[in-house]
Nanobody, 114 residues
Framework: VQLQASGGGLVQPGGSLRLSCAAS????????MGWYRQASGKQRELVAR???????TYIPNVKGRFTISRDNAKNAVYLQMNSLKPEDSAVYLC?????????WGQGTLVTVSS
């Protein structure tokens, strides 16, 4: 399984970014997909998750601002991030859980700063 994340960058507070994660090497539609983030000096945290049938979960401090979605035809998961705050700055990583195993993609850096 290979996961390729993209879409990070520098954005001003209040701005938006859309992260993408493309998967290959497995049956994407059967997997649970998630976005984690890790800020400098902090523990990695699960930001959002989407199950194979479309159910989503979010941590409280991104709920209402971030939206996770998936396109099974394109083997991709997305994280739309709106109303970004400086505390959202982190390396964002995608992860897939499938058949009892977890797979990580590489990170993409998001920096929210004026």
């Amino acid at each position: 399984v290979q996961l390729q994340a993209s879409g990070g960058g520098l954005v001003q507070p209040g701005g938006s970014l859309r992260l993408s994660c493309a998967a290959s090497g497995t049956t994407f539609s059967a997997g649970v997909m998630g976005w984690y983030r890790q800020a400098s000096g902090k523990q990695r945290e699960l930001v959002a998750r989407i199950f194979s049938e479309g159910t989503t979960t979010y941590i409280p401090n991104v709920k209402g601002r971030f939206t996770i979605s998936r396109d099974n035809a394109k083997n991709a998961v997305y994280l739309q991030m709106n109303s970004l705050k400086p505390e959202d700055s982190a390396v964002y990583l995608c992860k897939m859980w499938i058949r009892g195993s977890g797979y990580w993609g590489q990170g993409t850096l998001v920096t929210v700063s004026s």
